[in-house]
Each structure stands twice: as C-alpha cells, then as structure tokens.
C-alpha cells in the first residue's frame, strides 16, 4: 500500500534535549511538508522540501530544523530552543509543491516531560 | 497572500439534519480549495478539492461544495449528518502554482443523536 508513515506516534521531549520525528513516503512524490497543530490553530507551516536536497522555511521555523537527502524521507528535529514543543506534529506529501493535493500520515504527539 | 476564514470553531447539529461549515478565503490569484476532515488524533484526510473545472464540487461521504466567486466562499454541505461525520473539518487555499497551502483553523463538527 502507498502512502505515508510517521514514527513514533508518542513521543517524549526532556528539557534540553533535541528530539527527531521520523517522516516517509512511498508515493513516489518530490514535495513533502511539515505541520504543527495546536487546539484552534489550525494547521501552520514549520518547512517544506520541494526536491531532494533543498527545504524552505514555513511561517514557524524557529527551533526545527530538516533534512532531505532521500526523496522518500523528511525528518523533523525539533531542537532545545524551541520552548514550546507540545504539540501534533503533522507530515504531508504531493507530487509537486502548489496546487497539488496533499496527502498526510497520521501524526506524531510530542510531549514534554 | 492568500488567507482562510472559518466561521465558527464548532457546529452542531442532530443526525439526520443539514450540515453547513462556511469557509471564506483570500488570494490575489484564482485559488484553488480544499476541504479536509481529521479524526481524533489522526491526520487529514482530503473531502474535496475545486480546480476551477465545475463551481459545484462533489466529494466523499456525501459532502458537496460550492465556489463563489463573488463571494469567496467555498461552504461544504451534506444533506444529511450521519453520527460518523464527527470531525474537525479544515479548509485550505493554494494560489500560484508552487505556493503552499494555506489551512483556516478548523470547525469541529458535533452530530447528536
């Protein structure tokens, strides 16, 4: 089955520490995204990667950082200088940035101790 | 720029009865629009999506909505709310091609029996 996986889906942040979440895709797709959700926030931008080895900035980049070095794979550090990390972090894909459809895995919930 | 206005944070109804969730947008270019439902502590999944080919856009589940123009709005309705149609509904705009998706903060939709 195609589509997209997130691992894990709980996860546990200490002060001071940086954390990865794990994003991939079998859909064969260039774009990939990712999402923080907070309760009536809707959805906002950390980063998005429109081909291997090169990402952009969304509207909450502050305290995250990617990578992209394999088309199937855009993992998410959310680093100590993000002071607020409790969050649902979401991972998306599309054939191409823009107009296309995007497609979500199920999401990982990071909470701090 | 380009924005999403979503009017009120929850909505209720009983089973059997209309379901209207209004959306209005913003984009300086003709958008394209998406609606998608998200499930408790999963990721979204896409409804519908407007590519200006019909104003009138069918989905899954039995949701349709409809484009204005003149009014920027892109409501999603369903004749008929069923228990299982409990969700948080999202819309989303996408203006130029290599844009980003840009998500409202979502309505929650309660169904009472």
């Known amino acids: 089955d195609g589509g997209i996986t997130q691992s894990p889906k709980y996860l546990f942040r200490k002060e001071g520490q940086n954390v990865t979440l794990s994003c991939e895709q079998n859909?064969?797709?260039?774009?990939m995204y990712w999402y923080r959700q907070d309760p009536g926030q809707g959805l906002r931008l950390i980063y998005y990667s429109q081909i291997v080895n090169d990402f952009q900035k969304g509207d909450i980049a502050e305290g995250y950082s990617v990578s992209r070095e394999k088309k199937e794979s855009f993992p998410l550090t959310v680093t100590s200088a993000q002071k607020n990390p409790t969050a649902f972090y979401l991972c998306?894909?599309?054939?191409?940035?823009?107009?296309?459809?995007?497609?979500f895995g199920p999401g990982t919930r990071l909470l701090v101790l | 720029a380009q924005s999403v206005t979503q009017l009120g944070s929850h909505v209720s109804v009983s089973e059997g009865a209309l379901v209207l969730l209004r959306c209005n947008y913003s984009s300086s270019v003709p958008p394209y629009l998406f609606w998608y439902v998200q499930y408790p502590n999963q990721g979204l999944q896409l409804l519908l999506k407007y590519t200006s080919a019909a104003t009138l856009v069918k989905g899954i589940n039995g949701f349709e909505a409809e484009f204005k123009k003149s009014e920027t709005s892109f409501h999603l309705t369903k004749p008929s709310a069923h228990m299982s149609d409990a969700a948080e509904y999202f819309c989303a705009v996408s203006g130029y091609v290599g844009s980003t998706l840009t998500f409202g903060k979502g309505t929650m939709l309660l169904v009472s029996p």
């Open positions: 998306a894909s599309s054939i191409v940035s823009g107009r296309e459809t995007q497609y």
């Open positions: 859909l064969n797709h260039d774009a």
